[in-house]
């Protein structure tokens, strides 16, 4: 958070170890184009535009050994053959993700669906979005369905989680395709599933009483560890990533605990060890709500569901009031930006013309500069790990802190405005009008204070 990862990353990437003559090249994923052009710029070792069909394209360029730049999006599409080609490889390639890459990928069968995008296969972006639409209406009926037909079996025998971490009680919950069953292609839900199981992993989750009672309810996807294994190292740049979804992903994939080195960034330079640190000029931050800190609207994203259209009035006049007072000028897309859940931002906006859709970010965002000159945030949102992941790493006794995950994403959200922009002065607002978010996020924010006052008067700080 503002302590100079991106420089740190070029730095490394400039040493003469992914040089012309070396042996060791790597890859690059950003979450935007323009970022792609920044590092090209800066980066003396020559890396290739990715141009026409652009996953195959990539191909290529990994073939050729050459140093790649590309972006999330695309790197979310990496299939069974990028990684056979990373492994195959005569240069040992090494990979920097900006943020935390997508593990987690979906849900079937559950309330809570899954981030399905880019993770389908597809030759085209509507063959694709086709796809995810089908994984997308797997629920618990399909999945006893393709239990029963053989097609999906237990990889081993359902044992009972213990007290402590089990890899056996792990993999007993995986869930695989029957190397026996004589598969059919054909145009239909089954095979893009298919299709889907060749690059992610599924565990089941729950028992179907109503069937058998040996069916699991519901399937949890994750990104095949076998994608970060093809790398000679991986390097992931993001804040509070310990003990992150992340950090219980490699668990979950029984990479050895050994291999996980935690780096800090001193100078520019990336620093061996793990130190927590809070972000710089947090006294420019400010909490705003309104009936003395009272204030609690319900914003998970099943109350959303709920809502009538007087809830969203209020939320939309709650947060005019607020931009109204510190400006003195109606919402907009230049004095703030809003978040929520995605598909609500209409709804909000009510029709009005005066709260510009524009001003609307989704709640996920990470890692784009195109707000820093925004001065006000309103957060619309009470964001909530999926329960049934939750349930399933419980049930696997990996511990999962949910205040870190909601803390984690509003402070990406927030590290989008102008605060992120060291050299500024103008302070920063931040409306929540969710009393448990702005409880987790005030707590944060006054022991950041803190610790910056400490700090200037050259006194001890918390770091680990």
């Not at 204030?295 to 109350?303: A, I, N, R, S, V």
């Not at 006794?397 to 102008?418: A, G, H, K, P």
């Given at each position: 958070m503002g302590k100079g990862k991106t420089t740190a990353l070029i730095k490394n990437c400039n040493h003469s170890m992914y040089g012309k003559d070396s042996n060791r090249r790597f890859i690059i994923a950003v979450t935007l184009k323009t970022e792609i052009e920044r590092i090209r710029n800066e980066v003396k070792c020559k890396t290739q535009n990715i141009n026409g069909h652009k996953l195959e394209d990539l191909k290529k360029q990994i073939k050729n050994g050459e140093n790649i730049v590309c972006t999330h999006s695309l790197f979310n599409m990496f299939d069974n053959e990028v990684v056979e080609l990373i492994k195959n490889s005569s240069y040992a390639y090494d990979l920097y993700h900006d943020e935390q890459p997508i593990t987690y990928t979906g849900t079937f069968g559950g309330t809570w669906k899954g981030n399905f995008s880019g993770k389908a296969s597809g030759r085209t972006k509507a063959e694709r979005a086709w796809n995810e639409e089908l994984l997308a209406r797997i629920g618990k009926d399909e999945i006893y369905s393709l239990f029963k037909a053989g097609i999906l079996v237990r990889k081993n025998p359902w044992l009972d989680a213990k007290e402590s971490f089990s890899e056996d009680v792990v993999r007993s919950r995986e869930i695989i395709l029957n190397q026996e069953y004589k598969f059919e292609k054909s145009k239909n839900v089954f095979q893009v599933l298919y299709d889907f199981i060749k690059t992610h992993t599924l565990y089941g989750y729950g028992e179907n009483e109503s069937r058998d009672g040996e069916t699991p309810t519901v399937l949890l996807s994750f990104t095949k560890i076998d994608l970060f294994n093809a790398f000679n190292e991986v390097w992931i740049l993001s804040y509070l990533l310990k003990d992150s979804i992340l950090d219980n992903y490699l668990k979950l994939s029984s990479v050895n605990q050994e291999d996980i080195k935690y780096y800090h960034v001193e100078n520019n330079e990336f620093v061996l060890g793990y130190k927590f640190e809070y972000p710089s000029n947090l006294r420019r931050l400010n909490v705003c709500c309104e009936n003395n800190?009272?204030?609690?609207?319900?914003?998970?994203?099943?109350?959303?569901?709920?809502f009538k259209d007087e809830d969203f009035s209020n939320l939309y006049s709650c947060g005019r009031r607020l931009v109204r007072q510190l400006t003195n000028k109606e919402p907009s897309a230049k004095n703030c930006i809003v978040t929520t859940f995605s598909g609500y931002e209409r709804k909000i906006k009510q029709g009005t013309k005066k709260y510009a859709l524009k001003s609307f970010v989704p709640c996920n965002i990470k890692a784009t500069n195109d707000y820093q000159d925004?001065?006000?945030?309103?957060?619309?949102?009470?964001?909530?790990?999926?329960?049934?992941?939750?349930?399933?790493?419980?049930?696997?006794?990996?511990?999962?802190?949910?205040?870190?995950?909601?803390?984690?994403?509003?402070?990406?959200?927030?590290?989008?405005?102008?605060i992120r922009v060291q050299e500024s002065e103008k302070p920063v607002f931040v409306f929540i009008p969710n009393k448990r978010t702005r409880d987790i996020f005030n707590d944060w924010l006054i022991e950041g204070k803190n610790q910056e006052i400490l700090k200037e008067r050259n006194l001890p700080t918390i770091s680990e």
């Open positions: 800190n009272e204030l609690d609207m319900k914003l998970t994203k099943g109350k959303y569901s709920e925004i001065n006000i945030v309103l957060y619309f949102c009470d964001r909530r790990a999926n329960p049934l992941l939750m349930n399933f790493f419980k049930q696997v006794n990996i511990d999962f802190d949910e205040i870190l995950f909601s803390l984690s994403e509003i402070v990406q959200l927030v590290w989008r405005s102008n």
